[in-house]
């Protein structure tokens, strides 16, 4: 499957894999913003679906931005700071470069394999830092850019609260992204805490066109500052397929808050595999998926917790939605890779293919 994009539209196209999410940003005038990083199988080996897409392309990105240390975000961003010719600031919050030695002492081989590759995230953007010190851009609460017509403000973390030492989500880079009318709130893994802390300096945040979902959609992620708004909304969650798994679809849970406030989610993946990610993308209810219905779990999972299909036609780039907004923030694009799924909260039957 291959992303068609039109020129005139500001794109946000979200990957999501079992384990990981990286975004992309593509503005109207061609430049291109890379948020988080990480990996799908493909051409024989893991690879970094934004250096994938940006080469398909022939672009290159315009500013790389890392939200926090965590390896879910961060594996496949050494790709895309290796990319020839391209230039351009590379954000990270500076405590996240703080080395992180108490991992070395783990005995769990899959733990120092996860953990290095985050390791070399880190140490690409210091070496960025370096040698081209214009480049450094410091992710801290109010800071912002300009890319063209796209203004980029960092909404969190603040400043003083980092120098006490927080934890890899306290210290994540939620973004708000402005073209015109158009706006599109990236949240990282902010969770409900440092949201309420963003309430307080940044108003109306519920006003947007798009939302990446904060945390894979944990319910202790949720807050009203960005949930409550009007207008049709385009909210992408992403899946995480560790220990118990995000989203969790039951009553109250992450999911069910979600869909109080926007009725159609867009799931990059599910935290299983299941027995229809072939369609592109497939339609099902909480409901559905809380009962365990539809789609049916499939138990075998792929190494390396990916929950990717086990299908021969997807194409090279799968697991993402690529939202194409116009400049009073209408959505006037929307694409879907193999393995997605829209939720509703309306029982509908059957889930259903949908070819568009």
């Not at 081989?109 to 880190?122: D, F, I, K, S, T």
């Not at 009203?224 to 679809?249: D, K, M, Q, S």
């Not at 595999?273 to 792929?302: C, F, K, N, W």
Request: aromatic share 6%; hydrophobic share 35%; glycine share 12%.
């Amino acid at each position: 499957m291959t992303l068609e994009l039109r020129d005139s539209l500001l794109y946000c196209i979200v990957f999501g894999p079992g384990y990981g999410e990286s975004i992309l940003l593509r503005t109207p005038d061609q430049q291109w913003i890379v948020v988080d990083g990480c990996r799908q199988p493909g051409a024989g080996s893991a690879s970094s679906p934004a250096e994938r897409l940006l080469s398909e392309k022939g672009a290159r990105w315009s500013a790389v931005l890392l939200t926090h240390p965590h390896e879910d975000h961060a594996v496949g961003l050494d790709d895309v700071l290796a990319m020839e010719d391209a230039s351009g600031p590379v954000g990270c919050c500076p405590v996240a470069l703080t080395p992180s030695s108490p991992w070395m002492n783990s005995m769990d081989a899959e733990e120092h394999l996860r953990r290095g590759a985050m390791e070399q995230v880190l140490a690409a953007i210091h070496d960025r830092w370096e040698t081209d010190p214009e480049c450094r851009w410091e992710l801290y609460r109010g800071g912002q850019r300009q890319f063209g017509d796209v203004n980029l403000t960092v909404l969190h973390p603040d400043e003083q609260e980092c120098l006490s030492g927080k934890s890899p989500n306290q210290l994540a880079s939620a973004l708000l992204i402005e073209w015109r009318g158009c706006r599109i709130l990236l949240g990282a893994d902010v969770e409900h805490d440092g949201w309420e802390s963003i309430r307080r300096h940044f108003s109306e945040l519920g006003h947007h066109a798009a939302l990446k979902y904060p945390h894979h959609g944990s319910s202790g992620a949720f807050h009203t500052a960005f949930a409550e708004g009007g207008g049709h909304r385009t909210w992408v969650i992403t899946p995480w397929n560790r220990g118990a798994g995000l989203p969790r679809y039951d009553d109250g849970e992450g999911l069910d808050q979600a869909l109080a406030f926007c009725p159609e989610i867009h799931l990059t993946g599910l935290p299983i595999r299941h027995d229809l990610q072939g369609h592109v993308p497939y339609h099902t209810t909480r409901e559905a998926l809380r009962d365990g219905l539809d789609p049916s779990p499939v138990e075998r999972q792929l190494a390396g917790g990916l929950t990717l299909a086990f299908h021969h036609d997807a194409g090279p780039l799968s697991h993402y939605v690529a939202a194409g907004f116009d400049e009073n923030g209408r959505r006037q694009d929307i694409q879907h890779g193999a393995g997605t799924v829209v939720v509703t909260g309306e029982p509908s039957g059957p889930g259903e293919r949908d070819e568009r």
